[in-house]
C-alpha cells in the first residue's frame, strides 16, 4: 500500500479512492492520519505503526468527519487523537456510522474492532492553534467548507501539510458544507504557503507532492472551479458545468458529486424554485 515513504513519512494509498493515511514517525511521537478503508488496508496501517511505535505516545489525527477517513478509529485504542471542534460539535454522527455499517455491509465486511464516532482527546478550536511536540510544531487550520469540520494541519520543521479533502490532483472541489468556506480554505492555504515552509503536501485523495507549484496550481484550479460554477448557474447555463468531468478519470462517480455541488449552490444563490 506504500505510495510514498522519506525519513519521517509514509503514506499508504487504499484501493479505493486513491485515499490516503499518513503515519509521521520523529523521536518524540508518532502520528498515524485517517486510517482508512478496508480491514487488511488498516491492518497493515495497524501493524507498521505498533512494531516500529515502541515507547513514543501514538497520536491519530482526523482531517474530517467523513465516514471513510474516520473508519479505522478504533483500531488504535491507546492512540492520544486530535480532531476539531466541528468533528466533536459534529450533529451527524450517528447517520456517519450508519454509512460505515452500509458500507461494510454491502460488502460483506467484517472487522477486528467495533465502528465507533471518534473520541476527541486534543481538540482543535482556534484557527491557528499550536501543539507542541518536543522540538515539533503542530499548527491547525480550519479547514471547512468541504464539511463543516476539517482541519489543515502542518508540522514543522517537516513541512509537511495534511491537508484532507482539498487540494487533491483528481477530484475538482467536492462541497458538502459551503462554496463561501471552501474560498476562505483556499486563502487559508495560500497563507500557508506564504508563512511556513512546506515540504509536502499530503491530500486525502490522489497524489502527494513536493512541488510548490503544483500546490500554487491545486489552489488556483479549486478557485477557478468554484468561481465558474457560479457564475455558469447564475448566467443559466449549468449543462456548461459538466464540461469539467472530461478532465478527470473517474467520470461516472464524480457526475453524482458535480451535482451536489450544483444543488448546494443552488441553494446558496437562491435559484432553487426559479
Ligand atoms: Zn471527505
Redesign the pocket.
Known sequence: MICYKDKHTTIFHSSLYQTTSTVVETDHFMLVVDPCWLPGEVEEIRHYVYSRKGERPLYLLFT?S?Y??IIGYNAFPDAITIGSKGMERNLEKDSILEQIRDFDDSYYIKRNYEIAYPQISYLVSEDGQNLQIGEYCFTFYVANG??NDGLFTVIEPLGLWIA??YLSDIEFP?I?SSSIDYEKTLETAEAILNRHSIKLLIP?HGSVTTEIDEITKRINESRKYIHNTRQLLLEKKEVEAFQILKHYDFPKVMEKFLRGNLELMKKELKLENE
Request: glycine fraction near 18%.
Open positions: 474530517h467523513d471513510d477517513h468541504h464539511t484532507g479533502d467536492y458538502y486525502g
